[in-house]
């Protein structure tokens, strides 16, 4: 019985890693870059696309304004992002003792600017994370994110 409640508190926690993640780096009124960076490992990497690994401390998640533009524009089809959100859902957590992985879907809305327009991207997103135990709490060690889907509607003014 003790070891179902250890993987049900596991699976919850890795469940609520993957919403604090989205949480803080869409950040709804924070966009927080400390509190993003505090779901991943210190060596982690996110793999956009099965492109190349980057180091998530080198893409300045939560601070959107710092990551590359070329990378920007490349996972985002963006040049800057002003405002964005995100739905995290169907969060499947697989254990293996101190490590798991966990994939789940999202739909993003970012808000910002192309080519010195305003423009907008919704997004399906596929996630895989591996993330392992690190004194006792969950973190992020491999982000995988695929794009789905994604559309560029025509932004409008307020009332419109």
Known sequence: MTEKLEDAADHLA???????YAHHVHG?????AELTASCFTEDAVFVFDGGEPLRVSDLGLGAMSSVDPAVMRRTNGLD???????ATTNVSVELHGDTATVESLAITTLVGQRDGAPAMRVRGIGLRDEAVRVD???????RGHDLLWAFAPTPVGPGE
């Open 14 to 20: 890795l469940t609520e890693l993957v919403h604090r």
């Open 28 to 32: 709804h009124s924070d966009r927080d």
């Open 80 to 86: 800057r992002i002003d405002a964005s959100s995100s």
């Open 136 to 142: 006792g709490e969950w973190k992020i060690a491999r």
